[in-house]
């Protein structure tokens, strides 16, 4: 299966900072790459799809980018309702879709 | 408004099965992919396999983790996804969510996303 690590795996932000998480596969995906946002107790919600398009009724300062083995969400400004964990997820190899193992984006 | 609503989760001992439905709305079922995932308390997300819409041959594809444990099956006259899990392990314990499986064409590929997910069925696998 292709792997998929996220780095950081927390990490502590006030509100207004921009934030990056970054994705990286152990083999070149082209760009079958999703974001999902998950709030404790909540099933995860999809924000980006195919790398870099938003996901309809997600907020614009939540944007993605990159192909092949690395990627990146990037968050413009941080805002409250935004504290929670980031997973990315690839279904390029068929069969073997994989997530990430997380991001916990939480209040400094 | 789109819905999915998992049901059938509980808690069941080692060696049993258990059989999860989703029943969705707000879609034309038949249409969609779908597909399960799983989250172990406190863990990660696991995505266990789906099922292809019928204008796809209506097949499955498995993580190799579950291949020969558990089967996903729909029923497009009743919208209902199911996922039989036999032989369960402790180390399935976990909730269940289903998802709509959409997919994307990019030129000379298609590659799919998780758009809309059930609220999930907490399954407790313990003696």
């Known amino acids: 299966d292709i792997q998929l690590t996220q780095s950081p795996s927390s990490l502590s932000a006030s509100v207004g900072d921009r934030v990056t998480i970054t994705c990286r596969a152990s083999q070149s995906i082209r760009n079958s790459l999703n974001w999902y946002q998950q709030k404790p107790g909540k099933a995860p919600n999809l924000l980006i799809y195919?790398?870099?398009t938003l996901q309809s009724g997600v907020p614009s300062r939540f944007s993605g980018s990159g192909s092949g083995t690395d990627f990146t969400l990037t968050i413009s400004s941080l805002q409250p309702e935004d504290f929670a964990t980031y997973y990315c997820?690839?279904?390029?190899?068929?069969?073997?879709?994989?997530f990430g193992q997380g991001t916990k984006v939480e209040i400094k | 408004e789109v819905q999915l609503v998992e049901s059938g989760g509980g808690l069941v001992q080692p060696g049993r099965s258990l059989r999860l439905s989703c029943t969705v709305s707000g879609f034309t079922f038949g249409d969609y992919a779908m597909s399960w995932v799983r989250q172990a308390p406190g863990k990660g997300l696991e995505w266990l396999g789906y099922i292809r819409s019928q204008a796809y041959g209506g097949t499955t594809e498995y993580a190799a983790s579950v291949k020969g444990r558990f089967t996903i099956s729909r029923d497009d006259s009743k919208s209902i996804a199911y996922l039989q899990m036999n032989s369960l392990k402790t180390e399935d314990t976990a909730v269940y969510y289903c998802?709509?499986?959409?997919?994307?064409?990019?030129?000379?590929?298609?590659?799919?996303?998780?758009?809309?997910w059930g609220q999930g069925t907490l399954v407790t696998v313990s003696s």
């Open positions: 998802t709509r499986s959409t997919r994307y064409n990019i030129g000379w590929y298609s590659t799919y996303g998780f758009d809309y």
């Open positions: 195919v790398a870099s």
């Open positions: 997820q690839q279904s390029y190899s068929t069969p073997g879709w994989t």
